[in-house]
T-cell receptor, first 113, second 111 residues
Framework: GESVGLHLPTLSVQEGDNSIINCAYS??????FIWYKQESGKGPQFIID?????DKRQGQRVTVLLNKTVKHLSLQIAATQPGDSAVYFC????????????FGGGTRLMVKP | NAGVTQTPKFRVLKTGQSMTLLCAQD?????MYWYRQDPGMGLRLIHY???????AKGEVPDGYNVSRLKKQNFLLGLESAAPSQTSVYFC??????????FGPGTRLLVL
């Protein structure tokens, strides 16, 4: 079936640098995407979302970019902090299945002090 | 406002035993979900509910049953636990297609 997946399993960055986490999707009909952050031992936490009629959306220190042509999303974290260390998932709600989220395997972000 | 809570936090079962995981939300959400997460993997949907009294199968429903007798509660049952059901179970709820709010998880070990 359709899938949402991530390019890299682990990303290591220096504290203060910017982080970029990538995500590819295969369903051309997907029109809404959500990024989640999952810290060790906790449930996923909503970060930011974007609809397909947008190319970019900004939050606090985070920006999501959507390239529909190549079916690619990225999450950019500015001035990465130790508290940003977590696994990041992109997800695609499926409206015909009760908004079931299809998750990729996740990218682990490790922040070096 | 506690959000989404799950009980128990951790449980050890022997193969063949049964148990029920409880999820409760106080946000008046219509939609509720049960996911499992295995090491190094994303979440996979077990069952979900779009309203009180309704349930539906997700990606990996075999070996699990659910009930949504009250809007605020969503129960996940394992009738005869198997080692393959060792996992971390997350419950989530949502108002619409937007954000799903997740609970803290239940760690289940089946010996």
């Amino acid at each position: 079936g359709e899938s949402v997946g991530l390019h890299l399993p682990t990303l290591s960055v220096q504290e203060g640098d910017n982080s970029i986490i990538n995500c590819a999707y295969s369903n051309s009909a997907s029109d809404y995407f959500i990024w989640y952050k999952q810290e060790s031992g906790k449930g996923p936490q909503f970060i930011i979302d974007i609809r397909s009629n947008m190319d970019k959306r900004q939050g606090q220190r985070v920006t999501v970019l959507l390239n529909k042509t190549v079916k690619h999303l990225s999450l950019q974290i500015a001035a990465t902090q130790p508290g940003d260390s977590a696994v990041y998932f992109c997800a695609d709600p499926t409206p015909n299945a009760g908004n079931m989220l299809t998750f990729g395997g996740g990218t682990r972000l490790m922040v070096k002090p | 406002n506690a959000g989404v809570t799950q009980t128990p936090k951790f449980r050890v079962l022997k193969t063949g035993q049964s148990m029920t995981l409880l999820c409760a939300q106080d946000m008046n959400h219509e939609y509720m979900y049960w996911y499992r997460q295995d090491p190094g993997m994303g979440l996979r949907l077990i069952h979900y509910s779009v309203g009180e009294g309704t349930t539906a199968k997700g990606e990996v429903p075999d070996g699990y049953n659910v009930s949504r007798l009250k809007k605020q509660n969503f129960l996940l049952g394992l009738e005869s636990a198997a080692p393959s059901q060792t996992s971390v179970y997350f419950c989530a709820s949502s108002y619409s297609r937007r954000t799903q709010y997740f609970g803290p998880g239940t760690r289940l070990l089946v010996l």
